[in-house]
């Protein structure tokens, strides 16, 4: 069973807080004086010729039920450390799930307003077509007509 215990405690040991682990250490160590105790019990033999009697059983099975009592609240403890580790990771994935989803969101704005722009750069430029078009015919108007008061100034 103890090893059972310190399995499941060194499994656990890197996700303990420091606050949960430092009494899941003082929890086991007390399992360990009891199970010495327990040890102490089990060598005593007081009975006729140097057999057990059935108080130093009754004393033994005490001690192995205060040890299972220990066992019992390091199970515990665990659980709850395994809970709150669960809790904490629940918390901090929404945390993450919220800052994705807002970032998400900033990325669709930035689209819409490079969209935007894009659209304000092709009316400027389309704007700016007209422009180049309308003097490009006012050039030729004002050549043709140049060409056309020459041509009669010469005639005359």
Do not use: H
């Amino acid at each position: 069973m103890l090893t059972f215990v310190l399995i499941l405690v060194t499994l656990f040991n890197f996700q303990i807080p420091e606050a949960g682990e430092a009494k899941l250490q003082l929890m086991i160590q007390e399992r360990d004086q009891l199970q010495a105790q327990w040890k102490n019990s089990e060598s005593q033999k007081s009975g006729i010729f140097g057999n057990r009697t059935k108080k130093d059983m009754i004393e033994t099975n005490e001690w192995l039920e205060r040890i299972l009592s220990k066992d019992n609240q390091i199970m515990d403890e665990l659980r709850m450390i395994g809970s709150i580790e669960s809790s904490v990771l629940g918390q901090e994935k929404e945390d993450y799930k919220t800052i994705s989803f807002r970032l998400e969101n900033q990325v669709q704005a930035l689209k819409r307003a490079l969209t935007e722009r894009d659209e304000q750069i092709k009316e400027k430029l389309a704007e700016r077509r007209t422009f180049e078009w309308t003097t490009f015919i006012l050039f030729l108007t004002c050549l043709g007509l140049g060409f056309w008061i020459y041509r009669t100034k010469k005639s005359l």
